[in-house]
């Protein structure tokens, strides 16, 4: 049976910063798991020694992130935010929305879970918002579900 690998949606930026974290973790983070390991093998005993046991951990995060972001990047599908059609939301479009009836004014670019980030303002085509979003137009009305119910946001600029 062929497992299907799933796209991984990213801008150019996007990608950049994963082979950015790739690079770090390939030369710099793995030496310094490897030197704490040899540091911590040297001090004998490794039945009870919880340095030994915390950079195993540790370089088995490292390489199993080494794994995902390798993944990432064979599988990466690059959104062209210049070539969006500006008519409707689609991944990679800037979007302006506002909570109703009075609520702010909230700016979020749609991206690829991947390189989600709502602090930098960037919302999952598949998280609630995104995905109500995607293929609307400016001037239209989406309902979030939440947990208390729903919430009305009106689509107020695509860019």
């Known amino acids: ?79 062209n935010q210049d070539a969006q059609n500006k008519n409707y939301v689609s991944i990679g479009a800037k979007v302006t929305i506002q909570e109703l009836p009075d609520g702010e004014k909230e700016t979020y670019i749609i991206v690829g879970s991947a390189e989600s980030d709502p602090t930098a303002g960037k919302i999952s085509n598949e998280s609630p918002i995104g995905a109500e979003l995607i293929g609307k137009r400016e001037g239209e009305i989406i309902n979030v579900p939440v947990p208390s119910g729903t919430i009305q946001f009106k689509i107020l600029e695509i860019n």
């Open 1 to 79: 049976m062929s497992q299907q690998k799933k796209e991984v949606l990213l801008t150019e930026e996007g990608l950049a910063k994963v082979k950015e974290e790739l690079e770090y973790l390939r030369t710099k983070k793995r030496h310094e798991v490897a030197q704490r390991l040899k540091e911590a093998i040297a001090q004998g005993d490794l039945s009870e020694n919880s340095e030994y046991d915390s950079a195993k951990e540790e370089q088995a995060f490292v390489e199993s992130r080494i794994v995902q972001l390798e993944n990432m990047i064979r599988n990466a599908k690059i959104i």
